[in-house]
């Protein structure tokens, strides 16, 4: 199975500045079709998991713009460019480029 | 919209079995896979499997591989989750999400399982 590695465990960020999850993979999340298949998520305090970012770096509907997605190969970041009091919660990784789906342990945020 | 809705708590004795059904609504059941994730108090994420609605093939983790069956109904839009042999480490929420993004997730379900 593929290990999905996030950094760090936590983090606590002021509002309005930038925040950064690490994610590493222990293969390549490359498909030969071109697309990189790793997933960002958002598991705000009592709720579901929410999927903010598919395919390396494609926001999914409704998510706001000030999160972003970059990283090749094994190497992945998200970025929250101004944190808001919103955004608290735990950050998972994720690659679906072959099965089992396997997740990150997860990067709590903190305000 | 798309909605997943779950059923409600369960309670469980070790050895016994629970089905968690996951009622879908906003698209068609089959034109899109189905897993099934779960997460123990204060744990990560940990996929079960997927269930091919319009097929009804499954792909389950080696984890649950003799534990688990996951079906559908594609006549009341439903999905379901049935796990076998409960034991106190199954004490967990069961979540289903749709699709190879995981883009849409029931509110997850609540199983206790606890002589």
């Known amino acids: 199975d593929i290990v999905m590695t996030q950094a760090p465990l936590s983090l606590s960020v002021t509002p309005g500045q930038p925040a950064s999850i690490s994610c590493k993979s222990s293969?390549?999340?490359?498909?030969?079709?071109?697309?990189?298949?790793v997933y960002w998520f958002l598991q705000k305090p009592g709720q579901p998991p929410q999927l903010l970012i598919y395919?390396?770096?494609k926001r999914f509907s409704g998510v706001p713009d000030r999160f972003s997605g970059s990283g090749s190969g094994t190497d992945f970041t998200l970025k929250i460019s101004r944190v808001e009091a919103e955004d608290v919660g735990v950050y998972y990784c994720?690659?679906?480029?072959?099965?089992?789906?396997?997740f990150g342990g997860g990067t709590k945020v903190e305000i | 919209q798309v909605q997943l809705v779950q059923s409600g708590v369960e309670v469980k004795k070790p050895g016994a079995s629970v089905k968690v059904s996951c009622k879908t609504s906003?698209?068609?059941?089959?034109?899109?896979?189905m897993n099934w994730v779960r997460q123990a108090p204060g744990q990560g994420l940990e996929w079960m499997g997927w269930?091919?609605?319009?097929?009804?093939?499954?792909n389950y983790a080696q984890k649950f591989q003799d534990r688990v069956t996951m079906t559908r109904d594609t006549s009341t839009s439903t999905a379901y989750m049935e796990l076998r042999s409960l034991r106190s480490d199954d004490t967990a929420v069961y979540y289903c999400?749709?699709?190879?993004?995981?883009?849409?997730w029931g509110q997850g379900t609540l199983v206790t399982v606890s002589s």
């Open positions: 999400a749709r699709n190879w993004a995981f883009d849409s």
């Open positions: 269930i091919s609605p319009d097929s009804g093939g499954t």
């Open positions: 906003g698209y068609t059941l089959s034109g899109y896979y």
């Open positions: 395919e390396l770096s």
């Open positions: 293969q390549s999340l490359l498909h030969n079709n071109g697309k990189t298949f």
């Open positions: 994720m690659q679906n480029i072959r099965p089992p789906p396997t």
